[in-house]
């Protein structure tokens, strides 16, 4: 099972950016979700989707940041507007879920997102 993140990048404050993570190899998929980690900082949730749609945000992204996903592409997505500085960090998408008879509970490689004041 491979995760494969892309749509990182640099933006103002006040911008958007749409991340993508795409899962290959998986039986199925139950919950993906994005985290961040920013420079000297543990890594933090962002948000989650569950298999039924059930949705869980930070705090500091709720009304700013959509988590969604297609389940037909095994993509999960994070579209984020009203971004500020704050917001800059190593974004990674994560994955539950099983292959075959093996669960896993598998991470994307990062992708950077660079918010400028």
């Known amino acids: 099972v491979q995760l494969q993140a892309s749509g990182g990048g640099l933006v103002q404050a006040g911008g958007s950016l749409r991340l993508s993570c795409a899962v290959s190899?998986?039986?199925?998929?139950?919950?993906m979700g994005w985290y961040r980690q920013a420079p000297g900082l543990e890594r933090e949730l962002v948000a989650t989707?569950?298999?039924?749609?059930?949705?869980n945000y930070a705090d500091s992204v709720k009304d700013r940041f959509t988590i969604s996903r297609d389940n037909d592409k095994d993509t999960v997505y994070l579209q984020m507007t009203s971004l500020k500085p704050e917001d800059t960090g190593v974004y990674y998408c994560?994955?539950?879920?099983?292959?075959?008879?093996?669960?896993?509970?598998?991470w994307g490689q990062g992708t950077l997102v660079t918010v400028s004041s």
């Open positions: 994560n994955a539950k879920g099983r292959r075959l008879f093996r669960l896993f509970d598998l």
């Open positions: 190899g998986a039986s199925s998929i139950n919950t």
């Open positions: 989707i569950a298999t039924g749609g059930s949705l």
